[in-house]
């Protein structure tokens, strides 16, 4: 199903036709007879592209839906046509008029239409689904597709999470009983809750998990939300993978749920059912961005470097400079030692590119590898320097990134002074409730650098503590927590610290080309059994989870 075209004259309306789009294809993918490819994979395709076979035969698919909708004040028509890509033959179309208040049954008349078309037979529960009008107030469902068309950019931005949140809040604001509204809201609140973990986040993503569990217990949105509530606020990952089959067995085609359900896996430290379920999620979302996204990073994580690096090339192949593709390609490079094809991968990046916060700390990352401090120090300081302000999190990695790179190259005046900014604006977040183990494991590190060696130990033991059940965070966490008795002068239990690491799946941490390249580890040089930790395949990779 290709994004649907906005005809109408205001291009605001182009959420609208974005969201009709979005809810056609979720009663689709209720039909389990039918293979539907989810928005992701679509999402950033022309409505009319001029090489349809060659787009179809990238989705795995033999029949592609085109649409368009224009939207006039209470009007609403929405043309859709079935078409034979290999062909160009229309199997089917069809034009509708209707008020915006008669839109819904629309969507449950063109699922069906499309699977009589495509001879795939419902069940008496599939068909009862394609009728189910989510709200009867036509304000809030405007507001709802606005949601849902944010919903389709992949972001972990916590502003433009916030614009998705808004949007519904204000659906649920204007129909108290919009419960899929109540559980995307649930959704984008619980994933703010991620990045800002303080009880009123907390509290608030469970109140409208509570609404949306009381309005519709058993919809598939509900069962989502329940389980990305459990995934990121109780970190119950046996009950977020229990709530996500609960959601699969209603939308058998959706690959978004089949790769977060790799995610829990892999969170749980079952690596090899995670590489399983991502690696369905990428064949039945083939041009998603967050499929090859998470399926390289697993693959990063049992040092499949090539495969990794084949993974987001796939990705790329689908959106041609996505940063968080980029990023991770260019972690991969430094975490398998390859500098000289990471450096190589630099020079076809754009200079807008290089301006992007989290492409800036890893090309920076790869020339301070390099003991290239100087060109470091130029892409960080340009990306501080941008016209346009960062987001305070991007502020903050930066000026890290920056004042480790000053550090390293000797120069302790600017290093500390940046420092010790850092540290009073994350300290700040830390007192007003924030207690993510991600932000107590950065502002361990700071407290490292700048001597203060009881507090660095206290916050890097909760940062370990607050991931000892997370596969996937846990290693970064033990590194840090090296680093920072490395620092204090345990350089002996640093080095236990870096092999217990070792010995685990590391999305992100300390690998052996890391420790060989990395100057930060230089105190450790000559230290007994650091050596051997530079070793590939030194220490024995178990993956039976977090221990």
Same mark, same amino acid.
């Given at each position: 199903? *290709?994004?649907?075209?906005?005809?109408?004259?205001?291009?605001?309306?182009?959420?609208?036709?974005?969201?009709?789009?979005?809810?056609?294809?979720?009663?689709?993918?209720?039909?389990g007879a039918l293979k539907v490819i989810s928005r992701t994979s679509t999402m950033n395709i022309a409505s009319k592209p001029a090489n349809l076979p060659?787009?179809?035969?990238? *989705?795995?698919?033999?029949?592609?839906?085109?649409?368009?909708?224009?939207?006039?004040?209470?009007?609403?028509?929405?043309?859709?046509?079935?078409?034979?890509?290999?062909?160009?033959?229309?199997?089917?179309?069809? =034009?509708?008029?209707?008020?915006?208040?008669?839109?819904?049954?629309?969507?449950?008349?063109?699922?069906?239409?499309?699977?009589?078309?495509?001879?795939?037979?419902?069940?008496?529960?599939?068909?009862?689904?394609?009728?189910?009008?989510?709200?009867?107030n036509t304000k809030a469902y405007e507001f709802y597709l606005r949601g849902l068309a944010l919903e389709a950019r992949y972001t972990n931005v916590q502003?433009?999470? &916030?614009?998705?949140?808004?949007?519904?809040?204000?659906?649920?604001?204007?129909?108290?009983?919009?419960?899929?509204?109540?559980?995307?809201?649930?959704? &984008?609140?619980?994933?703010?809750?991620?990045?800002?973990?303080?009880?009123?986040?907390?509290?608030?993503?469970?109140?409208?998990?509570?609404?949306?569990?009381?309005?519709?217990?058993?919809?598939?949105?509900?069962? =989502?939300?329940?389980?990305?509530?459990?995934?990121?606020?109780?970190?119950?990952?046996?009950?977020?993978?229990?709530?996500?089959?609960?959601? *699969?067995?209603?939308?058998?085609?959706?690959?978004?749920?089949?790769?977060?359900?790799?995610?829990?896996?892999?969170?749980?430290?079952?690596?090899?059912?995670?590489?399983?379920?991502?690696?369905?999620?990428?064949?039945?979302?083939?041009?998603?961005?967050?499929?090859?996204?998470?399926?390289?990073?697993?693959?990063?994580?049992?040092?499949?470097?090539?495969?990794?690096?084949?993974?987001?090339?796939?990705?790329?192949?689908?959106?041609?400079?996505?940063?968080?593709?980029?990023?991770?390609?260019?972690?991969?490079?430094?975490?398998?030692?390859?500098?000289?094809?990471?450096?190589?991968?630099?020079?076809?990046?754009?200079?807008?590119?290089?301006?992007?916060?989290?492409i800036a700390q890893a090309v920076a990352f790869g020339h301070l590898l390099q003991r290239d401090f100087p060109a470091a120090l130029a892409v960080l300081?340009?990306?501080?320097?941008?016209?346009?302000?960062?987001?305070?999190?991007?502020?903050?990695?930066?000026?890290?990134?920056?004042?480790?790179?000053?550090?390293?190259?000797?120069?302790?005046?600017?290093?500390?002074?940046?420092?010790?900014?850092?540290?009073?604006?994350?300290?700040?977040?830390?007192?007003?409730?924030?207690?993510?183990?991600?932000?107590?494991?950065?502002?361990?590190?700071?407290?490292?650098? *700048?001597?203060?060696?009881?507090?660095?130990?206290?916050?890097?033991?909760?940062?370990?503590?607050?991931?000892?059940?997370?596969?996937?965070?846990?290693?970064?966490?033990?590194?840090?927590?090296?680093?920072?008795?490395?620092?204090?002068?345990?350089?002996?239990?640093?080095?236990?610290?870096?092999?217990?690491?070792?010995?685990?799946?590391?999305?992100?941490?300390?690998?052996?080309?890391?420790?060989?390249?990395?100057?930060?580890?230089?105190?450790?040089?000559?230290?007994?059994?650091?050596?051997?930790?530079?070793?590939?395949?030194?220490?024995?990779?178990?993956?039976?989870?977090?221990?």
């Amino acid at each position: 199903m *290709l994004p649907f075209e906005n005809l109408s004259s205001d291009p605001d309306n182009a959420y609208f036709a974005t969201g009709i789009q979005d809810e056609i294809l979720t009663r689709l993918s209720k039909i389990g007879a039918l293979k539907v490819i989810s928005r992701t994979s679509t999402m950033n395709i022309a409505s009319k592209p001029a090489n349809l076979p060659e787009i179809a035969a990238m *989705l795995g698919v033999s029949t592609v839906l085109e649409g368009s909708v224009q939207k006039s004040g209470n009007t609403v028509r929405i043309n859709v046509q079935l078409i034979r890509a290999a062909t160009d033959e229309h199997l089917w179309a069809e =034009s509708y008029d209707r008020q915006l208040d008669d839109v819904f049954a629309v969507q449950g008349e063109v699922a069906r239409a499309v699977a009589d078309a495509l001879s795939a037979a419902l069940t008496g529960a599939e068909s009862d689904a394609l009728n189910v009008a989510p709200t009867t107030n036509t304000k809030a469902y405007e507001f709802y597709l606005r949601g849902l068309a944010l919903e389709a950019r992949y972001t972990n931005v916590q502003e433009e999470i &916030a614009e998705r949140a808004d949007a519904y809040r204000k659906a649920v604001e204007l129909d108290a009983s919009f419960a899929l509204a109540w559980a995307n809201l649930s959704g &984008a609140l619980t994933e703010m809750y991620f990045n800002e973990r303080t009880d009123a986040r907390k509290a608030d993503a469970r109140n409208a998990l509570d609404h949306a569990l009381s309005l519709a217990p058993e919809a598939a949105e509900t069962w =989502s939300a329940l389980a990305i509530y459990r995934y990121f606020v109780e970190r119950d990952y046996d009950g977020a993978f229990e709530a996500y089959s609960k959601a *699969l067995a209603q939308r058998p085609n959706d690959g978004l749920i089949v790769y977060s359900m790799g995610n829990v896996r892999r969170r749980q430290g079952r690596w090899d059912d995670a590489v399983a379920l991502q690696q369905r999620g990428t064949e039945m979302d083939p041009l998603a961005t967050n499929t090859w996204f998470n399926y390289g990073m697993t693959l990063r994580a049992l040092r499949r470097y090539d495969e990794a690096q084949a993974a987001f090339d796939r990705g790329l192949a689908a959106v041609p400079g996505d940063p968080e593709l980029v990023i991770q390609k260019l972690v991969t490079f430094g975490a398998s030692g390859d500098l000289a094809g990471g450096n190589n991968y630099v020079r076809t990046l754009s200079a807008d590119a290089l301006l992007d916060p989290g492409i800036a700390q890893a090309v920076a990352f790869g020339h301070l590898l390099q003991r290239d401090f100087p060109a470091a120090l130029a892409v960080l300081e340009a990306v501080l320097a941008r016209a346009d302000p960062l987001s305070e999190r991007d502020r903050n990695q930066t000026q890290v990134a920056l004042a480790g790179v000053q550090l390293a190259m000797g120069d302790r005046e600017a290093g500390l002074a940046g420092m010790r900014a850092v540290r009073d604006r994350l300290q700040s977040v830390v007192d007003s409730g924030n207690t993510s183990p991600y932000l107590l494991s950065l502002l361990a590190s700071v407290y490292a650098e *700048l001597g203060d060696k009881a507090t660095s130990y206290r916050l890097a033991n909760e940062a370990v503590e607050g991931l000892r059940a997370d596969a996937l965070g846990l290693p970064g966490g033990l590194e840090t927590k090296a680093f920072v008795h490395m620092l204090g002068g345990d350089k002996a239990e640093a080095v236990a610290l870096i092999r217990q690491a070792q010995s685990l799946p590391m999305v992100y941490g300390p690998t052996p080309a890391l420790l060989r390249n990395d100057p930060i580890w230089d105190d450790l040089r000559g230290e007994p059994g650091f050596e051997e930790l530079t070793r590939d395949g030194a220490v024995p990779l178990q993956t039976g989870g977090p221990r």
